[in-house]
């Protein structure tokens, strides 16, 4: 079945570095999608993305699509304290999550 | 109020037992879907439905079941309960179309003892 393996698992940073998460699929995808978890809360969509090579910008999050859409990436510039979570990507064709990446911020 | 419930938000239950996990969502999404987060694993899905009397198996359904007979409510029912199936369940909900974002529940912390 379709899977989006994503890395790292755990990234830890410093206040004000940067911070990138990769989702990678052997297969091409539909569409992706990003979800933030706050600790000890529950997974919130970020933005969906559907054509190939795009890339989307939230602020300090930049969001992009691979030409070949199979694989994905979120940049977080200059990390903040709130940025705190575990980010998936997520195929929403059956909503299948990948494992996620849990950011820790130094302050 | 409008939005997607579950309940109970923590539960305890013994090894062997039946216990069914609830979730009601207002928006009349046609998919509604069922994971399990456990450390290391991220989310993982258990069984989804497209709409009212159809669900599917996800990833891993082993030891559970659903049912969808009504739209808004799609439980969660773990036939008899083993240590394994300790763990956080969320459930969500979507509609296709061009908005497709997902709106998950709090979550239901279980505890199979």
């Known amino acids: 079945g379709q899977q989006v393996m994503q890395i790292p698992q755990y990234q830890h940073v410093q206040e004000g570095e940067d911070f990138t998460t990769y989702c990678n699929s052997s297969?091409?995808?539909?569409?992706i999608q990003w979800y933030k978890q706050r600790p000890g809360g529950h997974p919130v969509f970020l933005i969906q993305?559907?054509?190939?090579?795009e890339v989307k910008k939230q602020k300090r999050l930049t969001f992009q699509f691979g030409e070949a859409k199979k694989n994905s990436s979120l940049h977080i510039t200059a990390t903040q304290t709130t940025d705190v979570g575990t980010y998936f990507c997520?195929?929403?064709?059956?909503?299948?999550f990948g494992q996620g990446t849990t950011l820790q911020v130094k302050p | 109020d409008a939005g997607i419930t579950q309940s109970p938000r923590y539960k305890i239950t013994e090894t062997g037992r039946q216990v069914t996990l609830m979730c009601h969502q207002t928006w009349s999404h046609s998919y509604m879907f069922w994971y399990r987060q456990d450390l290391g694993h991220g989310l993982r899905l258990i069984y989804y439905?497209?709409?009212?009397?159809?669900?599917d198996k996800g990833e891993v359904p082993d030891g559970y079941v659903v049912s969808r007979s009504k739209t808004e409510n799609f439980p969660l029912t773990l036939e008899s309960a083993t240590r394994s199936q300790t763990s956080v369940y969320f459930c969500a909900s979507f509609d296709r179309g061009m908005n497709t974002e997902a709106f998950f529940g709090q979550g239901t912390r279980l505890t199979v003892v």
């Open positions: 993305l559907v054509k190939s090579g």
């Open positions: 439905s497209a709409a009212a009397d159809i669900t």
């Open positions: 297969t091409t995808l539909s569409n």
């Open positions: 997520a195929y929403a064709g059956k909503l299948i």
